[in-house]
């Protein structure tokens, strides 16, 4: 789970950079398609799919357009839904960190904030 903690972490970095919302998220779909399904908890492993699934990246030499052109096509509903489940995801995993304390404030890239 370490190495889907280190992508989430990018994935949420990328979020929060100043910029278009959509450059912003096709950074944090490079990070996301690294993820591996077994390394998530199972509680948030639906995020995941529902995040891989909406952007069909099949082959890795135009992975980046391909990416690049989903998102242009996707409507803000759908922009802020891929966001929610980004920090639903980073959340899900960051629970089973050890050091990090529950306490801690989620980090401020939920869509009213982007």
Do not use: F
């Not at 970095?13 to 959509?22: E, V």
């Not at 993820?35 to 030499?61: F, M």
């Not at 980073?90 to 939920?110: D, F, H, N």
């Amino acid at each position: 789970m370490a190495d889907a903690w280190q992508e989430l972490q990018r994935t949420v970095r990328a979020l929060r950079k100043p910029g278009d919302i959509k450059v912003r998220l096709t950074e944090a779909y490079r990070a996301l398609l690294r993820l591996r399904l077994k390394d998530l908890p199972s509680e948030a492993r639906h995020h995941h799919e529902w995040l891989v699934g909406t952007i069909d990246a099949r082959t890795s030499e135009y992975l980046l357009a391909e990416i690049r052109d989903c998102i242009e096509g996707m409507s803000d509903a759908q922009i802020a839904e891929a966001v929610h489940r980004i920090v639903a995801l980073y959340e899900a995993v960051k629970v089973y960190q050890p050091g990090l304390s529950s306490t801690r404030k989620p980090p401020p890239c939920q869509s009213g904030n982007i």
